[in-house]
């Protein structure tokens, strides 16, 4: 066995600016299932998660999480409880089960009611639950009814309104049975505090056209929905939001692929663009997010599309918005985190590291979202917050990636962040960190040995012992990972099995390892390289390698000595010899050939395209050859 015998690594946080005070992290709660869908509610102090059977609901004070409320909406697969609440206490709660919808509504200062279900009708889906709630405790309700119309995919919007304290109303449509060819429309609900409701939805745009167009309409307490306002017909993938004031005031935002316009509506009034964020990152669920003081004071915050930095606008009241602020540091491998995935039949939660934006009782903004971080070839992402003015800081640390993180107010006022993590083996844990406090301190390190790395089918497995509770986590080049936890002493096997990018390697006949190890989700971690050694697999030669500019296209051709199997070879353009990402290459499958050809286009480079074979049996991916490339044939021998 090899030891854990460097010093530790120390991942200092981002420091905060002098003027405000640094967020300690208390100890974490350990919970019996995923802390997945992680949201602050609204009601100071309040946070509410994904639980078995329904949503769980927590109060985070100055010593913690205090103990849980279960509310039961039934059993569903892949979908978060979503929830709002006033600081009256009034809230609202909804979720898609395997029936329909559930909800479940509390009066303020009062308990949660009885769930009620929405069924599917026969030859109906319900889909998109959303829900509102107002400071006396008006609530609204809206879903989207999706079915077929003779052999084409029709769907309705439906919206059940109650007043404060009486019972939901037959559900009205905002809009009536329509086919539709991009996507099923859905709504996006605010409501102010004498329960007038905001509605936005998306529908189809012209014929043919790939956009959507986006419509608002408000209803006042007891009337129906007025006229339709148009507000976009540029709306792509279906990406739009609405924050709603107590007094009516609103913001829009809307993606419209190069645009992202912001939309504001003053009370009574109508909506009107203030500000674009231009394009903004929305695949890895990181939507722009925003907040409204009850004065007009607002923030919204976003991730850049090409480089996923954060960016926030302010003003401190009515008004235009300022220039945008880049918020913390640029990612330097922006896209290579890994994905939540599902665990303990927990959501795997897309929009968990999302930015999200509020304010604190002192009325600054704060900003929380889970960015990329580099650790030599680990990406992994951390529980981040901003507060303006102020600093910005990065809470957790690399052997847990931070999956839920959102901003909480404590009822005494201070701000706070609250995040989750998962890691296979180990405990569920929910983490706290308040401005001012002074952080808990880490548990004492454990002692983690090290066994020989061994190559399994399709990856690499790594043995370990730890003296105590730990985390391990393993990363070849290219962010290709793994990790696994122990509860207590003992031993354990982390396996690195790539899910779509191979392992990549430098030499044929081994691959550096880099090893993390601690305490379940400290910041303090031991870290060393070993060397895994690879079984080279008996391959055929490669001959007569040709690559010839031909028109637009650039024509690759070889043969091999003996047929080429369970392998495949991508062509990749290249302006000069440095090792290029196979990612955009040109792929050709083995199938036992011996003569192969490719038309590569040189969209990365005309002068060399370089060659990588793909052995799937162990899912590894090695450059074998770079070749001129020629206007005339030319014969490069490449072994």
């Known amino acids: 066995m090899y030891r854990l015998a460097l010093a530790l690594l120390v991942l200092a946080a981002t420091p905060a600016a002098a003027s405000a005070a640094q967020f300690g992290e208390l100890s974490p709660l350990t919970v019996t299932s995923p802390a997945r869908c992680l949201r602050a509610t609204g009601a100071p102090g309040e946070v509410v998660r994904w639980a078995p059977g329904g949503a769980e609901f927590m109060q985070a004070t100055a010593s913690g999480f205090g103990a849980p ?3 039961a909406l039934g059993d569903g697969f892949g979908d978060c409880p979503l929830a709002m609440a006033q600081p009256s206490g009034a809230a609202i709660v909804v979720e898609q089960t395997y029936d329909g919808i559930a909800f479940a509504v509390r009066d303020p200062e009062g308990a949660w009611g009885p769930a009620q279900t929405i069924a599917e009708a026969d030859g109906h889906s319900i889909d998109n639950p959303v829900a509102a709630v107002s400071a006396g405790g008006d609530a609204v309700v809206a879903w989207t009814d999706t079915t077929l119309s003779g052999s084409d995919n029709a769907a309705r919007l439906l919206v059940a309104r109650r007043p404060a304290g009486g019972a939901f109303g037959t559900p009205i449509e905002l809009q009536s049975l329509k086919t539709y060819s991009l996507a099923a429309p859905h709504i996006a609900l605010g409501m102010q505090d004498d329960g007038t409701v905001t509605a936005l939805w998306n529908a189809d745009g012209a014929k043919d056209s790939l956009r959507e167009r986006l419509f608002g309409a408000v209803a006042a307490p007891g009337a129906p929905f007025g006229p339709a306002q148009r507000l976009s017909e540029k709306l792509r993938l279906h990406q739009f939001s609405v924050t709603v004031a107590p007094d009516g005031r609103a913001l829009a935002i809307v993606d419209e692929a190069e645009h992202t316009p912001v939309l504001e509506r003053p009370p009574g009034g109508t909506f009107a663009k203030v500000a674009d964020l231009g394009y903004t990152e929305t695949l890895l669920g990181g939507s722009p997010t925003a907040a409204l003081r009850p004065d007009g004071a607002a923030i919204v915050a976003w991730l850049d599309l090409s480089d996923v930095q954060a960016y926030a606008i302010r003003r401190d009241g009515p008004g235009p918005f300022g220039r945008p602020e880049r918020v913390g540091a640029r990612p330097v491998h922006a896209y290579a985190q890994e994905l939540a995935d599902f665990d303990g039949g927990a959501p795997a939660e897309d929009d968990g590291r999302a930015p999200r934006a509020a304010f604190a009782a002192d009325g600054r903004p704060v900003f929380t979202w889970a960015p990329a971080h580099t650790l030599g070839g680990l990406t992994w992402t951390a529980a981040t917050v901003a507060t303006f003015p102020g600093g910005v800081q990065a809470l957790s640390g690399p052997l847990r990636d ?16 609250g995040w989750s993590d998962v890691s296979s083996g180990g405990d569920y844990r929910l983490h706290l960190a308040i401005e001012g406090a002074p952080a808990a301190p880490e548990p004492p390190a454990p002692a983690v040995e090290i066994g020989r790395v061994v190559q399994i089918p399709h990856g690499l497995a790594i043995p370990f012992r730890c003296s105590a509770a730990c985390d391990v986590r393993a990363t070849v080049p290219d962010g290709i990972s793994g990790r696994h936890s122990l509860r207590a002493a003992g031993s354990g096997r982390l396996k690195i099995l790539p899910d779509y990018d191979p392992i990549m390697l430098r030499r044929p006949d081994s691959v550096p390892v880099q090893v993390l190890a601690g305490a379940p989700g400290v910041r303090t971690v031991a870290r060393r390289s070993v060397t895994a050694k690879l079984r080279v697999p008996r391959l055929p030669r490669f001959l007569g390698l040709k690559a010839v500019r031909r028109g637009k296209k650039i024509a690759v051709s070889w043969h091999t000595d003996r047929p080429l199997r369970n392998a495949r070879i991508i062509a990749v353009p290249s302006d000069d010899k440095a090792f290029e990402d196979p990612f955009l290459g040109t792929v050709v499958e083995g199938e036992g050939r011996k003569r192969f050809r490719a038309n590569v286009d040189p969209l990365l480079g005309k002068r060399y ?31």
């Open 69 to 71: 409320v279960h509310v």
């Open 402 to 417: 931070a999956d839920s993180v959102t901003p909480v107010m404590l009822a005494d006022g201070r701000p706070a962040i």
């Open 609 to 639: 395209i370089q060659l990588f074979l793909f052995y799937a049996p162990a899912a590894t991916e090695r450059r074998i050859a770079v070749v001129p490339v020629t206007r005339m044939t030319t014969t490069y021998h490449g072994g």
